[in-house]
């Protein structure tokens, strides 16, 4: 990938560009490899990394805006130089930015100067739907006060923008590093993007992860589907479940085979994700589908007569930790699928899981041209 700001040196976001991208895929299963190494992986299959595009790959821009009114820039949230160009967002991001830099001005939308501490406009995130095309769009500001002049404007920046389906303002009052707040104001009737993996419909709503890179995504919800379909299985816990992806893939799947409904319980912390995971399951018409808005270890640890067949877990960077990764021990369930954006943490954990024996897993390239990737892992529990 030719990158003109990562040569002039403005910005080093992708830290392996000048890496050739086998080598990338090598240093990230040598990686891996180590990560497991205290591990007994006998039996343990690996399949070739899931090679991701090199450009155009990510569904999503978080832009930090600077600048002034009249002549916004729109940065990495840790640097200043404009990024509208850069060659990872969709080809139609480029054409689009200037339009939404149009509209600040028209709206008066001042950015947030961080050491005056004044401006309300300090982030966009503009997301695009890699099924349809259509387009959500975010401001997120200091306060309420140019909410008017936006809706005031809004019906040109849609009839310019015919693709953007959602649009809203997330309230963020702190002087502080974190880039939305727990307020969100819809603008459109719509609020949510339609997305489709391996034809299980998701939704994108804002306050909701969603992977960002489409076309990695489907391949490793594919792959965790291919690797459960034949097992025993049952009932199905789905933790730190997000949008639903991993458990309605799972179970779609199981359903096909075995012809008759399956149990799933998906949890996650964020109402907006499950309110997202809801629609999904109505839309597949499943039975014995509940997701709940709860923390995921605080649920597990909680159950003790309600033993599933299989455990999906996909939690953040610190992973799931030693004491639910003990309780899953304990409790045995037959098989774990461990998805992991840190193999790091998710090393640690499954040291704990003695019971259990790694037998696929297969690496993801879901973040090119950095050290970041994604892991998959089936575990069978040993003990009868």
Known sequence: M??????????????????????????????????????????????????SSQTAFR????????????????????????LCDCPLYPTQFKRI???????IGRAGLVPYNVEKRKGELKYIFLTESHATGKLMLRFVLRS???????????????????????VSVNLQPQHAAILEGEEEIFLTKQQHLQENFNDVPLFIRPQGFF?????????????AQQWITSLPIMKVWDLFCGVGGFGLHCVKALQEVKSHPIELTGIEISPSAILAA??????????????????????ALNQHENKPDLVIVNPPRRGIGQKLSE??????????????????????????LTHYQPTKIQLFDMFPHTTHYESLVLLECTKS
């Open 2 to 51: 030719i990158c003109h700001h990562y040569q002039k040196g403005d910005c080093r976001s992708c830290q392996w560009l000048e890496m050739p991208y086998e080598r990338q895929l090598s240093e990230k299963t040598v990686h891996l490899k180590n990560q497991l190494s205290h591990l007994n992986c006998e039996k343990l299959v690996w399949f070739p990394p899931f090679k």
């Open 59 to 82: 569904n999503k821009a978080k832009m930090a805006v600077s600048g002034a009114v009249e002549r916004p820039i729109f940065a990495h949230p840790q640097g200043v130089m404009d």
């Open 97 to 103: 930015f200037p339009i939404i830099k149009d509209f």
């Open 144 to 166: 309420e006060s140019k909410l008017h002049l936006i809706r005031r404007e809004l019906e040109t920046l849609l009839t310019k923008l015919p693709q953007l389906e959602v």
């Open 211 to 223: 992977q960002t890179n489409p076309r990695v995504a489907v391949g490793l919800y594919a792959t």
């Open 278 to 299: 809801k629609m999904s399951a109505q839309a597949l018409g499943m039975e014995k589908i509940t997701f709940q808005s709860l923390d995921a270890a605080n649920f």
């Open 327 to 352: 309780f899953l021990n304990e409790m045995q369930p037959h098989f774990i699928l461990y998805s992991s954006c840190n193999a790091v943490s998710m090393g640690k954990d499954l040291a704990h």
